[in-house]
């Protein structure tokens, strides 16, 4: 008989934190953070799932990204992924990480908003990996702005904007001349493109557009056999919390599961998405929102 495997109720799979109130300057790093997130370092056992695939991953060096680079690579995934120049301390655990799993880790410290450091980006994976087969697009600014719209400068947007959708759009062009028939890309949406939280509008609104263009993508390139897809998560805790919202203490509770998600319980969604057991799941968005009703 197989084993079996520890049943609970899900919204104690993880202790509900006692988050003290907590800041960090832009873009925040792991170290700092108390209680510190669960990535699944101790947690995840992989099955195969990806064995021999080359994944790139944006903001892989902390909060999901990190999880993510984690499970990709214990299910046989070699793992470059971007980080900016002041996440070099995280981006290293992450590597470190990948290589203990026995996979091969290309970290890149880049600016995603620039379409030339995108291409580059792009170029040195696909020379360090000797191709690509999943892309996911996970990077992300916010900044909270609770003064209202007049708050929020054209600077501020043009940052959450060109993080959030321009990158995500250079990237996968250019990833559609290296991915396979059976290649994926995989978006990192939220709860907010559909329940938007007033002080986070500008990055609410990126996130509604990552749902549209994943849709859309993904129909454009069904032809191909590339498919296209998106994770919404809900309150999850991460670097950018402590680092962009002012009050931390309540995070999360307003999930109906009553506390944030650690990084780690997004993992297997992004496994899922990028494996051939999803090979008719395309233009979905997977919602993983610890029980908030979205489409």
């Known amino acids: 008989m197989p084993e079996r495997h520890e049943q609970q109720h899900p919204a104690d799979q993880h202790p509900k934190p006692d988050l003290p109130a907590q800041d960090q300057p832009h873009p925040g790093w792991t170290g700092p953070m108390d209680p510190p997130p669960d990535h699944g370092e101790e947690s995840y056992v992989g099955a195969g799932r990806l064995a021999g695939r080359r994944a790139l991953i944006t903001g892989g060096d902390s909060g999901i990204g990190r999880a993510v680079a984690i499970a990709f690579a214990r299910e046989g995934a070699d793992v470059a992924f971007a980080h900016l120049e002041a996440e070099g301390d995280d981006a290293a655990e992450t590597a470190r990480l990948v290589r203990d799993a026995g996979r091969k880790a290309v970290p890149v410290a880049c600016d995603l908003r620039e379409e030339d450091n995108c291409a580059a980006?792009?170029?040195?994976?696909?020379?360090?990996?000797?191709?690509?087969?999943?892309?996911?697009?996970?990077?992300?600014?916010?900044?909270?702005?609770?003064?209202?719209?007049?708050?929020i400068t054209t600077e501020q947007f043009d940052r959450v904007m060109r993080t959030n959708l321009y990158a995500m759009f250079w990237l996968s062009k250019g990833a559609v001349a290296h991915l396979p028939e059976g290649g994926s890309i995989i978006n990192t949406t939220s709860v907010q493109a559909y329940k938007p939280s007033p002080h986070l509008l500008d990055y609410a609104t990126s996130k509604g557009a990552?749902?549209?263009?994943?849709?859309?993508?993904?129909?454009?390139?069904?032809?191909?056999?590339?498919?296209?897809?998106?994770?919404?998560?809900?309150?999850?805790?991460?670097?950018?919390?402590?680092?962009?919202?002012?009050?931390?203490?309540?995070?999360?509770?307003?999930?109906?599961?009553?506390?944030?998600?650690?990084?780690?319980?997004?993992?297997?969604?992004?496994?899922?998405?990028?494996?051939?057991?999803?090979?008719?799941?395309?233009?979905e968005v997977v919602n993983a929102t610890g029980g908030t009703p979205i489409p």
Request: glycine share 8%.
């Open 121 to 151: 980006l792009l170029d040195r994976t696909v020379s360090e990996l000797g191709g690509l087969d999943i892309l996911v697009n996970n990077a992300a600014y916010q900044m909270s702005q609770p003064d209202g719209i007049e708050a």
């Open 210 to 283: 990552i749902v549209t263009f994943t849709q859309g993508l993904a129909q454009m390139l069904a032809p191909r056999g590339i498919r296209v897809n998106a994770v919404a998560p809900g309150p999850v805790w991460t670097p950018l919390i402590p680092a962009t919202l002012p009050d931390t203490v309540e995070f999360g509770k307003q999930a109906p599961l009553g506390r944030p998600a650690q990084p780690a319980e997004m993992a297997h969604a992004y496994v899922f998405l990028a494996s051939q057991e999803a090979s008719f799941i395309t233009a």
